[in-house]
């Protein structure tokens, strides 16, 4: 069996267990499991499970770090103690923790996603850690509004979700400090319904300005490239 072949099967299973664990906590949800004590009463609501909820489940699912390698790839950033990070498409943080521990309490991460209840889920998450340097990030479609230039946007599968992205990164280039890279991991063709094409990866950020700096080959499903700014 061919690699790719392999992990297109596992691939599988990563969505079927996905969809196991949709429908299981949609069940919960109806049984009202995630609601508290029931106070039922004649015509009482159930509390439907959120996107927050479902979404926690699916990033965090445990097999994921059986492809994600997510310690490699923190040290494959080669993270210092003080710097400051974004997070972008940080969904329900399954690598905003990691940074923020790697970056010490001196530094700080910005998890920015579009979705507000993903970012409610890392507040609640960076509340119970007591995880002070993780600050979430509202953004836009188009602008992923960073409240000051940071050493390092880092993106896992959310590449493929923006869009007109030679435009959207060389917008971005505003919230990089001089020296600052872009870290981008999204799936291979052939991984994931959802992906980018490397060729692709490279021309969009050619286009935006930037050089190849860094080609981490370690992950069976993903592209993981490392860019800097072109300089002037
Ligand atoms: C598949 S999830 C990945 C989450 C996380 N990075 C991980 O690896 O578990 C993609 C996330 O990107 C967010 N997203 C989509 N488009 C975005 C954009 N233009 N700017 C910021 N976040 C975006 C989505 O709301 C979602 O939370």
Redesign the pocket.
């Known amino acids: 069996m061919t690699t790719l072949r392999k992990h297109s099967l596992s691939m599988n299973r990563f969505c079927r267990v996905g969809a196991v664990l949709l429908l299981w906590a949609l069940a919960l949800a109806g049984c009202g499991m995630f609601s508290g004590p029931p106070t039922h009463s004649v015509g009482h609501k159930h509390k439907h499970i959120n996107a927050e909820e479902v979404?926690h489940l699916r990033?965090q699912e445990p097999d994921r770090y059986t492809w994600q390698y997510p310690e490699r790839v923190i040290k494959a950033l080669k993270l210092e103690a003080g710097m400051k990070v974004a997070?972008?498409?940080?969904?329900?943080g399954?690598?905003t923790f990691r940074l923020a521990e790697a970056v010490d309490t001196s530094g700080k991460v910005y998890a920015?996603?579009?979705?507000a209840e993903?970012n409610a889920s890392i507040n609640k998450q960076a509340v119970a850690k007591q995880q002070e340097n993780v600050k979430t990030v509202l953004?836009v479609?188009h602008d992923?509004l960073i409240p000051e230039p940071v050493d390092l946007i880092f993106?896992?599968?959310?590449y493929h979700?923006?869009k007109d992205r030679a435009n959207y990164f060389r917008n971005a280039a505003r919230y990089l400090k001089p020296g600052g890279r872009v870290a981008i991991i999204d799936f291979r063709k052939g991984a994931f319904r959802h992906y980018t094409e490397l060729k692709v990866l490279l021309e969009e950020f050619k286009a935006a300005g930037y050089a190849l700096d860094k080609t981490h080959g370690f992950l069976p499903r993903q592209n993981f490239l490392v860019f800097s700014l072109n300089k002037q």
């Open positions: 979404a990033y997070d972008l498409g940080a969904g329900t399954y690598f920015v996603d579009i979705d993903m953004a479609g992923p993106s896992v599968n959310a979700h923006i």
